[in-house]
């Protein structure tokens, strides 16, 4: 299963998300984050995603480790399987800025348009914003646009 990260940046009751411009959710909004590139270890692939993505400059020791969320595309597109390691940043350096991939824009909390992200983030990303530590599964159909079945467990 390919070993993803994902980061979104959080100020006071706001929270960062990125329009995905290209590429695997085209469309939706998210956090900023990627593949995970032999030999990085996660933290390293989530600073590297977002000063590339977005422009931002984070220290590992700045990062909070909220979830892994595994998700299972059962009716085709098994390379799509992936194990997402979340991770949430009260503290960084730079603006963020819009690059070829992503187009950032602050939220409030209450106002998280999950209509336009992924099914399965309604379901998980207010558990995290909420201070919680979660593990769950999300098994897609579709092309990502049916949530056959789920599970989440908080730690």
Same mark, same amino acid.
């Given at each position: 299963?390919?070993?993803?990260?994902?980061?979104?940046?959080? %100020?006071? !009751? $706001?929270?960062?998300?990125?329009?995905?411009?290209?590429?695997?959710?085209?469309?939706? *909004? &998210?956090?900023?984050?990627?593949?995970?590139?032999?030999?990085?270890?996660?933290?390293?692939?989530?600073?590297?995603?977002?000063?590339?993505?977005?422009?931002?400059?984070?220290?590992?020791? %700045?990062? !909070? $480790?909220?979830?892994?969320?595994?998700?299972?595309?059962?009716?085709?597109?098994?390379? *799509? &399987?992936?194990?997402?390691?979340?991770?949430?940043?009260?503290?960084?350096?730079?603006?963020?800025?819009?690059?070829?991939?992503?187009?950032?824009?602050?939220?409030?909390?209450?106002?998280?348009?999950?209509?336009?992200?992924?099914?399965?983030?309604?379901?998980?990303?207010?558990?995290?914003?909420?201070?919680?530590?979660?593990?769950?599964?999300?098994?897609?159909?579709?092309?990502?646009?049916?949530?056959?079945?789920?599970?989440?467990?908080?730690?």
């Amino acid at each position: 299963m390919t070993q993803t990260t994902l980061c979104f940046l959080i %100020d006071d !009751q $706001k929270i960062l998300l990125a329009m995905k411009k290209r590429g695997f959710g085209t469309g939706k *909004w &998210n956090g900023v984050g990627g593949k995970v590139i032999a030999p990085e270890t996660l933290e390293e692939a989530i600073i590297r995603e977002t000063e590339e993505e977005i422009g931002v400059s984070i220290d590992s020791s %700045d990062l !909070q $480790k909220v979830a892994v969320l595994s998700f299972h595309f059962i009716d085709e597109h098994a390379d *799509w &399987n992936q194990q997402c390691h979340v991770y949430l940043s009260k503290v960084w350096k730079n603006e963020p800025q819009e690059s070829e991939e992503m187009k950032p824009e602050w939220y409030a909390f209450a106002d998280v348009p999950y209509d336009d992200m992924w099914i399965d983030d309604k379901l998980w990303l207010p558990l995290v914003i909420a201070g919680k530590k979660i593990e769950a599964d999300f098994y897609f159909k579709e092309e990502g646009k049916v949530l056959d079945r789920y599970g989440i467990k908080e730690l």
